[in-house]
């Protein structure tokens, strides 16, 4: 649980200057989560992988940029590499998934991407 | 029993029947108001282009095959209210996904707002104090109420601990919620059936726990009871109810 | 998903000459997928220009970035600040993206560095073959699922021609003909009435953009 982090590479400035910009909304959706996982039927990865808890779009959105806000922005490259499979493998960001209280969990999703991306993460199509 | 001197002590018992009353309405109100206007603020009204036929804007449609007699048929979205209508929409809403969920849930709620605004004991209090008050419930209807209540406060502890898929996503802050959520009900019938010997303490705790909900509503998740019912009417989306049309 | 194969580096290198600072913008979809535009390219893209640019001795500042889609609005937002200190911008999304992005900075050149190809499956890693031409009138399951329209030469839409080589089209003797293809898949399938079924023709309707409009919506667009 206490990794040593090895924060080369990854620039937590950064980071938070991206989060920073959708501040208002990001943290608005970490609030009004209920954590009531009503989400997960509405994803169709979530059904076609034997309704694994790990598709479901409240986990992928708060493990994602839930993990980012919280720890503001001190991740390493091995916490951004679990998020690169988390938010590119198990989402293909189709925005069909219904959050009853309304929030916008592609955008999220689609922040984590952009954050993965600033600090050269993303996915390897031609390393299966 | 020195629990019971610190309640019985006149200050602490009066102040939490009487100011800390006003004073958690009034942050109640005030942060609700406070939360939406945040909220609404964050929303644009996107203007809807509408669509006009017409050189180079042309809607893309399939020429009319002329196949076994092919009858032009409506989609079922499109037909007038038909009990068949009704019954896929339905099945094909969340009821129809999680109908057990989408049962509890419903009952709760009603029951979260509905019994203490109907409760004997409150509308008495409403009227000595303001000589106003709503229509009250019999009162082993409100017990029986009240312990279903409970009874769905279990049924969503159930589900947070032995469920996979939603124990996987809890933080402590969910189990703090539910027994905030369940305190007024739970000391409320412990309280109404003098239960413990000492009724001052349990009617404080209910009192207190009341207090605490409702200031707790606008900075917590709590706040999904209003801002529920705003996404539905105001953001676009596939599950927008009628003229939806801002973004974020 | 849409397949693009990248333009030759001299036709890119012509494209960005006259300016000075040039953004190379990237797509994560389906460029992404078919290995020809995703972030990996634009920073390959990138090294190979300033490259060629060094030994012409010119100097220019090309930078990069990727957004998640650029068919979508609401990822270009992140765009928005970004292009006000660059005059010109490259992209290497689709010709859809090109032109989303082209409307929403109007005011700053937006050249293509991919030619969209087709819609087509992955054959295998690198290799991608047209399956089809989205005509909008879509026959497949009258003909064992081979499209006429992409495969057949001339695009016949209800039977072949009588002019087959063999077993290849009179055109060349390496384009297999395609209703051969689909009356030997009907025969398969014990289906060969289908082939006598005659379908409405296309009426060419793919001459001018065509606006899809989901009929759940039709309501909240149509005036």
């Given at each position: 649980?206490?990794?040593?982090k090895?924060?080369a590479?990854?620039?937590s400035?950064?980071?938070?200057a991206?989060l920073?910009e959708?501040?208002a909304k990001?943290k608005?959706s970490l609030k009004?989560?209920a954590?009531?996982?009503l989400c997960?039927?509405s994803?169709?990865?979530?059904?076609?992988?034997?309704k694994d808890p790990k598709?479901m779009?409240s986990y992928?959105?708060?493990?994602s940029?839930g993990?980012?806000?919280?720890?503001k922005g001190?991740?390493?490259?091995?916490?951004?590499?679990?998020?690169?499979?988390?938010?590119?493998?198990r989402c293909?960001?189709?925005?069909?998934?219904y959050?009853?209280i309304?929030i916008d969990i592609?955008d999220?999703?689609a922040?984590?991407r952009?954050?993965?991306?600033?600090?050269g993460v993303y996915?390897?199509y031609d390393?299966e | 029993?020195?629990l019971s001197?610190?309640?019985?002590?006149?200050f602490?018992y009066d102040f939490?029947r009487?100011p800390?009353?006003?004073?958690s309405f009034i942050?109640?109100f005030?942060?609700?108001?406070f939360?939406v206007?945040?909220f609404?603020?964050?929303?644009?009204e996107?203007?809807?282009?509408?669509?006009?036929?017409g050189?180079?804007n042309i809607?893309h449609?399939?020429?009319?095959?002329?196949l076994?007699?092919?009858?032009v048929k409506?989609?079922?979205?499109?037909?007038g209210?038909?009990k068949?209508?009704w019954?896929v929409?339905?099945?094909l809403?969340i009821?129809?996904?999680?109908?057990?969920m989408t049962?509890?849930?419903?009952?709760f709620?009603?029951?979260?707002?509905?019994?203490?605004?109907?409760v004997?004991g409150?509308n008495?209090?409403l009227?000595?104090?303001?000589g106003?008050?709503?229509?009250?419930?019999p009162?082993?209807v409100?017990?029986?109420?009240?312990?279903v209540v409970i009874f769905c406060?279990?049924?969503?502890?159930f589900?947070?601990l032995?469920?996979?898929?939603v124990?996987m996503?809890t933080?402590?802050?969910?189990?703090?919620f539910l027994s905030?959520?369940?305190?007024?009900?739970?000391t409320g019938?412990?309280?109404?059936h003098?239960?413990?010997s000492n009724?001052?303490l349990l009617?404080s705790?209910h009192?207190?726990?009341g207090?605490?909900?409702?200031?707790?509503?606008?900075f917590?998740?709590?706040i999904?009871?209003i801002y529920m019912?705003?996404?539905r009417?105001?953001?676009?989306g596939?599950y927008s109810?009628?003229?939806?049309?801002?973004?974020? | 998903m849409i397949k693009?194969?990248?333009?030759p580096?001299q036709?890119i290198?012509?494209?960005?000459?006259?300016?000075?600072k040039?953004?190379?913008v990237?797509?994560g979809?389906?460029?992404?997928?078919?290995?020809?535009?995703?972030?990996?390219e634009?920073?390959a893209?990138?090294a190979e220009l300033?490259?060629?640019l060094e030994k012409?001795?010119?100097q220019?500042?090309?930078d990069?970035y990727?957004?998640e889609?650029q068919?979508?609005?609401s990822?270009?937002?992140?765009?928005?600040n970004?292009?006000?200190?660059?005059?010109?911008?490259v992209?290497m999304a689709?010709?859809?993206?090109v032109q989303?992005?082209?409307?929403?900075?109007?005011?700053i050149?937006?050249h293509?560095v991919?030619?969209?190809?087709?819609?087509?499956?992955?054959k295998?890693l690198g290799?991608?073959e047209e399956?089809c031409r989205?005509?909008?009138?879509?026959?497949?399951?009258y003909t064992?699922?081979?499209?006429?329209?992409?495969?057949?030469?001339k695009?016949?839409f209800n039977?072949?021609?009588g002019?087959?080589?063999?077993d290849n089209?009179e055109?060349?003797n390496?384009i297999?003909?395609?209703?051969?293809?689909?009356?030997k898949?009907?025969?398969d399938?014990?289906r060969?009435d289908?082939?006598l079924?005659?379908?409405p023709?296309?009426?060419?309707?793919?001459?001018?953009?065509r606006t899809i409009?989901q009929?759940?919506?039709?309501?909240?667009y149509?005036a």
């Amino acid at each position: 649980m206490f990794r040593k982090k090895n924060t080369a590479g990854v620039n937590s400035n950064e980071i938070r200057a991206i989060l920073d910009e959708k501040k208002a909304k990001m943290k608005l959706s970490l609030k009004a989560c209920a954590h009531c996982s009503l989400c997960a039927e509405s994803c169709f990865l979530f059904m076609g992988h034997n309704k694994d808890p790990k598709y479901m779009p409240s986990y992928k959105f708060l493990n994602s940029v839930g993990v980012l806000y919280k720890k503001k922005g001190n991740v390493d490259k091995l916490d951004l590499g679990e998020m690169r499979d988390l938010v590119w493998e198990r989402c293909v960001l189709c925005t069909r998934c219904y959050c009853p209280i309304g929030i916008d969990i592609p955008d999220m999703l689609a922040l984590a991407r952009r954050i993965c991306r600033s600090q050269g993460v993303y996915p390897q199509y031609d390393r299966e | 029993m020195a629990l019971s001197h610190i309640f019985s002590w006149t200050f602490m018992y009066d102040f939490i029947r009487g100011p800390m009353v006003w004073i958690s309405f009034i942050i109640f109100f005030c942060g609700v108001v406070f939360q939406v206007l945040r909220f609404m603020s964050l929303l644009k009204e996107q203007p809807v282009k509408k669509f006009e036929p017409g050189p180079g804007n042309i809607i893309h449609s399939q020429t009319v095959s002329h196949l076994k007699g092919d009858r032009v048929k409506t989609r079922w979205f499109k037909k007038g209210p038909d009990k068949k209508d009704w019954m896929v929409w339905l099945k094909l809403s969340i009821a129809g996904v999680n109908p057990f969920m989408t049962i509890v849930t419903t009952i709760f709620h009603v029951l979260l707002i509905g019994v203490p605004v109907f409760v004997l004991g409150h509308n008495i209090l409403l009227d000595n104090a303001f000589g106003i008050s709503m229509v009250s419930l019999p009162e082993n209807v409100s017990d029986f109420l009240t312990g279903v209540v409970i009874f769905c406060t279990l049924i969503f502890l159930f589900r947070r601990l032995f469920l996979e898929r939603v124990k996987m996503i809890t933080s402590y802050e969910d189990y703090l919620f539910l027994s905030l959520a369940a305190a007024p009900f739970v000391t409320g019938y412990l309280a109404y059936h003098q239960v413990f010997s000492n009724y001052k303490l349990l009617i404080s705790l209910h009192i207190l726990s009341g207090e605490l909900l409702l200031m707790a509503v606008p900075f917590t998740k709590f706040i999904h009871m209003i801002y529920m019912i705003i996404v539905r009417f105001n953001v676009a989306g596939e599950y927008s109810f009628g003229n939806a049309r801002k973004n974020w | 998903m849409i397949k693009a194969k990248i333009k030759p580096v001299q036709e890119i290198l012509d494209a960005i000459d006259g300016y000075e600072k040039i953004l190379n913008v990237g797509c994560g979809g389906c460029v992404s997928v078919c290995l020809v535009g995703g972030q990996k390219e634009v920073n390959a893209l990138n090294a190979e220009l300033k490259v060629h640019l060094e030994k012409a001795g010119i100097q220019k500042q090309i930078d990069g970035y990727t957004v998640e889609r650029q068919c979508n609005e609401s990822f270009l937002q992140e765009l928005d600040n970004k292009v006000l200190e660059y005059d010109c911008m490259v992209s290497m999304a689709c010709g859809a993206g090109v032109q989303h992005m082209a409307k929403r900075f109007s005011k700053i050149p937006v050249h293509p560095v991919v030619n969209t190809v087709s819609i087509g499956v992955d054959k295998d890693l690198g290799m991608y073959e047209e399956n089809c031409r989205a005509c909008g009138h879509c026959v497949l399951g009258y003909t064992g699922g081979i499209c006429p329209v992409t495969r057949c030469a001339k695009g016949l839409f209800n039977g072949p021609c009588g002019g087959t080589n063999g077993d290849n089209c009179e055109i060349s003797n390496e384009i297999p003909c395609a209703w051969l293809d689909i009356y030997k898949r009907l025969k398969d399938q014990n289906r060969l009435d289908d082939i006598l079924k005659v379908r409405p023709h296309m009426e060419w309707q793919n001459q001018s953009p065509r606006t899809i409009i989901q009929e759940p919506y039709e309501k909240r667009y149509i005036a």
